[in-house]
């Protein structure tokens, strides 16, 4: 038995009616795409320029590009079935390419892929599978939308997406019937039609919905600022950070106009999820809206109308958001971004951030208190002095000097080198590395902060810093660049991963849930070796939110410095989640995740785990020698 | 109205003091300076005053060099202008000396009113306001934690001020203008230093005076003879009876063991 597969049917002969037609609707349809995607790309140009903005290496960029757009690998990944069904959309629209030329060829004459040939019906074929998998891709999203209505999407329907999934459909569906067609029949003419009409009318619809990422979005993913969570230098003396719409740089414009409102940002916010003001997407949204309202040369304040102050400084700056954009927002530079436009001018009022501020104006530590204190622990604990001859330099930070929890983080540690010969030594004066007013955005304390720190470790001859702390070593690492050439810094779960096998392994059957601390995971990409150091100790069992997608506890941002939160404590839903693995110790690697969970565990009474950070379970199985 | 504020550089809140070499001043080559703690509290009841009534706040200090910094940061959170007298040595200097500058300088403005710090952080003397205040001839006040205007902002307006007496009691008194008042550390939260007020301070006129330009003699007539640290001992003696016999057996102790009186 013969198989006959059948052929794409295309009318061959077009009337010159036709022809005008279609050449007049193109036009049309053209003109509307043009007459709105050009103002929007006026708005963008006509912003600011990144002064920081490097565009090589081009290699990290290129694979950005390949996996994230055309792979659609974070798409997928973050949302699998959802984000299978919009990468099937998105290839059938790449596969579709040479057809819809092909298509608009025909009517015209000038057709190049005739149905016949040995090609054209092997890419017919090829497209027609994507077709199919895009046709049933659409269909699942718009019941997703429709009828599911996931919380994320908004709490309006959206009928203009309603319309644009009619729209593909019929794209898909009326090149799908035409297999089934002969040339010469009024149903293939009909179906060409019905193709065009859809594909016309799709154009214009583009730059007047979020369904301008179809243009926008590749770009916007290959322009990236080219790490995480990066915060650009102010550029003068005018720069204030982001004050006014004269302040919007062209990446913040793009990404505005960028974002599809698919509201993963909001999803795996730890704000938005405990009842808080702030929304990352309707942060970014509320940027696009000033954009189209009023233009990126006004100079009405950002912080107003179109976004609140208050819910800007309810950020954590986990980067949970950054982290989950599919279109390369970058949602933490535009945040500190708008804090700093309100610090740096004076405008929040504040009076936790004022204390905060004052502490650090007039003194070392954010804790605001005497420096002796931190003298007396090091005497206690009998830490060694750095004196330029040691391997490392043990920075203690505010927390590990200054917090009784921070300080027996610190103390742990300190017999874990001990014991493993390290040579190290603690500085004897140590000035904030100034993270919480970095995230706060007030630059000009930063400034004095970073500086006098560099200026001390040079001076001190400091080549490598292991810090307990990940707010310290970001802000050590990333963040001073901007002042001078900070020495190489690790956090300590890092140090102590690379030693794992000299340390006495303690075989029980103690579930550890390990929290991954947002500066040490998403902000460093360190997720195996905290894991390695807290296996020493029992059995390590995973929360339902870890690594990439960890929650974070609340403190980062500054917020451990600023008062009372609205609505439910961050630190409250987390430690819950953590509980709830009935893991009977809870192991920490941050001295502020430490410290929000301290809390949050003392609410939750009788039968709290135990909270430890990983230098402590290294520590357990060390020998109790009085050599420490 | 044309507000100046005395302010004075002082060592740091965590300064580890140590006597210098000659036993009559401290060390301060390793120091870290801030600005006197209710100087601040001055500059804020100043430019909150500014802010609603219109006018000018003009800062003044006597020191070396390094009180540049500390003058910086005022005209930062927002003086409009400055005076910087020269002055070395301020540890040889008595509250006397400093006020004749002071005033010297203050007398060239001819100010609405006038602001210091209740006391500084490291002599701890809270005269020098006082001083200045007698040496303008001019009324004043002390321990204020507010300020308010009561007529209009011309040079007869009166002024009601809150002073802060002890166990909790406060006194209000009116007094006309010009006046120097002293400042209270608490009265108001303070403003903290902001990257604006720093990049517009670069543009903000300091004017730079000597003793010798103010035509004034600042030699003390009180004289440091010696610093040194306390002597720490601890030793606690309960004093046994009833209120009476307790204070006569304190006198006898403060007397005859402590020798202070």
Not at chain 1, 136 to 160: A, D
Request: aromatic share 8%; net charge neutral.
């Amino acid at each position: 038995m013969i198989l006959v597969l059948p052929t794409l049917a295309e009318p061959q002969h077009f009337s010159l009616f036709e022809k005008l037609l279609f050449a007049g609707l193109a036009v049309a349809s053209g003109y509307g795409f043009w007459r709105q995607f050009g103002k929007i790309l006026d708005k963008i140009l006509q912003s600011k320029k990144d002064p920081s903005f490097r565009l090589f290496p081009l290699g990290k960029r290129i694979w950005e590009f390949f996996w994230e757009v055309l792979c659609q690998a974070k798409v997928v990944r973050e949302r699998p079935l959802p984000g299978l069904a919009h990468a099937f959309v998105f290839w059938a629209f790449c596969a579709f390419a040479l057809v819809t030329l092909n298509h608009c060829a025909v009517v015209l004459g000038i057709g190049f892929l005739s149905p016949r040939g040995q090609f054209a019906r092997f890419y017919f074929y090829f497209v027609a599978a994507f077709a199919l998998s895009c046709a049933v891709g659409i269909l699942g999203l718009f019941v997703r939308r429709f009828f599911i209505r996931p919380k994320w999407l908004g709490e309006k329907l959206s009928y203009q997406s309603g319309a644009i999934a009619l729209l593909i459909f019929v794209l898909m569906a009326t090149y799908l019937a035409s297999f089934f067609v002969t040339d010469a029949s009024l149903t293939a003419r009909t179906l060409w039609w019905l193709h065009t009409l859809a594909l016309l009318g799709f154009l214009p619809l583009i730059p007047h919905s979020k369904h301008l990422h179809l243009v926008l979005s590749p770009a916007t993913v290959f322009l990236s600022r080219g790490g995480f969570a990066q915060i650009p230098p102010l550029s003068g003396d005018e720069d204030f950070g982001l004050v006014a719409g004269t302040d919007l740089t062209r990446l913040v414009s793009l990404q505005a106009y960028s974002c599809v409102e698919c509201g993963r940002c909001t999803e795996h916010c730890p704000a938005a999820n405990t009842g808080k003001l702030l929304n990352p997407k309707e942060i970014v949204l509320g940027l696009r809206g000033y954009l189209n309202d009023l233009g990126p040369a006004s100079e009405e304040p950002l912080l107003g109308k179109y976004n609140a102050q208050e819910a800007v400084f309810q950020c954590t700056t986990c980067g949970a958001c950054e982290f989950q954009c599919p279109v390369g927002i970058e949602h933490v530079p535009i945040l500190v971004g708008l804090r700093r436009g309100a610090v740096n001018t004076g405008v929040w009022e504040d009076q936790h951030g004022a204390k905060l501020f004052l502490a650090l104006e007039r003194g070392s530590n954010a804790l605001g208190l005497s420096p002796t204190e931190r003298d007396k622990f090091i005497e206690k604990q009998a830490l060694p002095l750095f004196d330029g001859t040691q391997e490392y330099c043990l920075w203690l930070g505010c927390m590990g000097g200054y917090d009784p929890k921070g300080r027996e983080i610190v103390a742990d540690f300190a017999r874990v080198m001990n014991y493993l010969g390290t040579s190290y030594g603690v500085l004897r004066k140590e000035k904030c590395t100034g993270d919480p007013v970095r995230r706060l955005g007030n630059d000009l304390l930063f400034q004095q902060l970073a500086e006098a720190n560099l200026e001390a470790l040079a001076q001190n001859k400091v080549k490598k810093i292991v810090s307990i702390c990940p707010h310290c070593v970001r802000t050590i690492q990333e963040d001073w660049k901007e002042y001078g050439t900070p020495p190489e810094v690790e956090h300590h779960s890092e140090f102590l991963a690379r030693y794992a096998d000299r340390l006495p392994k303690q075989i029980n059957d103690e579930n550890i849930v390990f929290h991954d601390p947002c500066y040490l995971g998403r902000y460093r990409n360190v997720y195996d070796q905290p894991r390695t150091v807290a296996a020493l100790a029992g059995n390590l069992v995973e929360a339902p939110r870890n690594r990439e997608r960890s929650f974070c506890c609340g403190a980062g941002g500054g917020l451990a410095f600023l008062g009372e939160e609205t609505g439910e404590r961050v630190s409250h839903n987390r430690a819950a989640e953590l509980v709830a693995t009935g893991a009977q110790t809870i192991a920490a690697a941050c001295p502020f995740c430490n410290t929000m969970f301290r809390d949050a565990l003392a609410a939750t009474g009788e039968g709290a785990p135990e909270l430890v950070d990983i230098a402590q379970l290294a520590a357990r199985g060390l020998p109790a020698s009085g050599g420490s | 109205m044309k507000i100046i504020v005395a302010i004075k550089q002082v060592p740091g809140p965590d300064a580890q003091v140590r006597i210098d070499a000659t036993g009559k001043w401290i060390e301060e080559s390793d120091l870290q300076f801030a600005l006197n703690e209710s100087d601040a509290y001055a500059l804020e009841e100043a430019l909150q005053l500014k802010e609603k009534h219109g006018g000018e706040v003009i800062v003044v200090s006597a020191g070396p060099e390094r009180v540049g910094t500390t003058i910086r940061e005022a005209l930062a959170k927002g003086a409009d202008r400055a005076i910087q007298i020269a002055c070395d040595d301020l540890g040889t200097r008595d509250a006397l000396g400093v006020s004749r500058l002071l005033a010297a300088a203050i007398k060239t403005e001819n100010p609405d009113l006038i602001l210091t710090g209740l006391q500084s952080e490291d002599l701890g003397l809270g005269q020098t306001g006082v001083i200045v205040a007698e040496l303008l001839g001019l009324p004043h006040a002390t321990l204020i934690l507010h300020v308010e205007v009561l007529d209009g902002a011309g040079t007869q307006a009166q002024i009601k001020v809150k002073r802060e007496l002890e166990e909790g009691w406060f006194q209000t008194i009116e007094l006309p203008t010009p006046a120097v008042l002293t400042i209270q550390s608490g009265g108001n939260k303070l403003r903290y230093a902001t990257l604006m007020g720093i990049k517009r301070a670069k543009t903000k006129e300091v004017r730079q005076l000597t003793a010798a330009e103010l035509g004034v003699d600042s030699a003390p007539v009180v004289l440091l003879e010696q610093v040194s640290m306390p002597q720490r001992k601890k030793s606690t003696q309960m004093l046994p009876g009833n209120a009476q016999e307790a204070a006569t057996a304190l006198v006898e102790k403060l007397k005859f063991e402590v020798r202070v009186l």
